[in-house]
Every structure is written in structure tokens, then in C-alpha cells.
């Protein structure tokens, strides 16, 4: 099952990159972009958070406050960060259980190989905290850009 539009932030947490908790229901207040990636340090995972962190001054500008997603733990997002000099926050969820209210957890198959994976998605919350829009199978170049310009639209919150 999977959040439709018009639904609220649903009342799960996420584990920061410090090791700190993230309620997602408590995001609500602002306009909020939630994205979620497969794993870290990898090329096209990469280039989406460098996208966003080149764009977070112009995300905040305009009232959004984004945050990155994937199950690798919180170390490996500090390492993934620094590395990449990234600025956008990070959290993690080990077990998927966000990803999986997110509807965005599932079989996958690459090469005839079956597997479980996550689809690269976002989801852009009102300052309601309702889910305003969601892209899906995303492909990362210029989708910051698209996202941002999807914030400006909603206009002041």
C-alpha cells in the first residue's frame, strides 16, 4: 500500500546520520521533500544527493526543508557525506518499514536476477503535511531541479 496524495506524513521515525531520531510527523509545519535512493556511493545515488545539496540553499530559500533516505546506516552516511562534501541531511531506515508505508519497496530485477529493492522516488509534503506530490521511478538528471521548481509552485507556506 502505498501514501496517495492528500494523505498526511505517517507517524513513523528514521535514524539520522548523527544517530538521532526523525519523526516524520513532526516535519510537517513547512514544505517538505522527502527522497529516497537505493545506496550510497553509488553513481547515480551520488549525483541525486550532490543534486540536492547544490540546490539546498535554494530549497530553504523558498520555506522546504529535504531530507535523503536509503537502508544504509548512519555510519555509512557520514562516510558517504563527507566524502562527497554533501550537505543534505540524511537518515536511515534499516528495516524499511518507511519504505514500505511509501509503497516504494519491492521486487526488482536486473540482469534476469530477482531481488528487493527500493524505486528511486520523492515525495513533496505541504506545510499541512499533506502529500502534495510524489515522482516515482525517478531518473536523476535534473530532478532536484524539477522538485525545487515543484516547491516554488506551492508558494509560501
Known sequence: MAIEQG???PALTLEDADGGTIALADCAGATFVLYFYPKDDTAGCTREAQDFSALLPAFEAAGARVLGVSRDSA???RKFTAKHGLSVPL???PEGAVMEAFGIWGEKQL???RYMGVDRST???AADGTLH???RKVKV???AEQVLEAVKALGPQ
Do not use: V
Open 111 to 113: 540482469y534476469g536476477r
Open 91 to 93: 537518515a536511515t531506515d
Open 7 to 9: 494523505e498526511p506524513l
Open 141 to 143: 538528471p535534473g530532478h
Open 75 to 77: 555510519e555509512k552516511h
Open 133 to 135: 506530490r510524489a515522482w
Open 123 to 125: 515525495f513533496l509534503f
